[in-house]
């Protein structure tokens, strides 16, 4: 059984900074894609920030120059670095991977959340 497991969450004053980190537990082949999800109250889940095996970055315009993505592969392990954090980036962060693709299909997998709440 696959598990992706958060931790870093917590409360914050509006300009501080938090680092997550999510790691896997369980035999995973090959990791594409991992990265960050959040969702706040009353809003859909949406795109922080993933990174690809290669090291390429996809992230919300509403993030960048603020968070940071960073990626170990041998430890099929990812972080979320985030400064300068605002009232807004309150939400419930999830870790998400995505396998690589083997005849055409892939595996996507989520962490269980980890709450960030930054006080104004």
């Known amino acids: 059984q696959v598990q992706l497991v958060e931790s870093g969450g917590g409360l914050v004053q509006a300009g501080g900074s938090l680092r997550l980190s999510c790691t896997t537990s369980?035999?995973?082949?090959?990791?594409?894609?991992m990265g960050w999800y959040r969702q706040a109250p009353g809003n859909k889940r949406e795109l922080v920030v993933v990174?690809?095996?290669?090291?390429?970055?996809n992230s919300a315009d509403s993030v960048k120059g603020r968070f940071a993505i960073s990626r170990n592969n041998a430890k099929n392990t990812v972080y979320l670095q985030m400064s300068s954090l605002k009232p807004e980036d309150t939400a419930v962060y999830y870790c998400?991977?995505?396998?690589?693709?083997?005849?055409?299909?892939?595996?996507?997998?989520w962490g269980q959340g980890t709450q960030v709440t930054v006080s104004s």
């Open positions: 998400y991977a995505i396998t690589d693709a083997v005849g055409g299909v892939a595996y996507e997998y």
């Open positions: 369980g035999s995973i082949f090959s990791l594409n894609r």
């Open positions: 990174i690809t095996s290669g090291g390429s970055t």
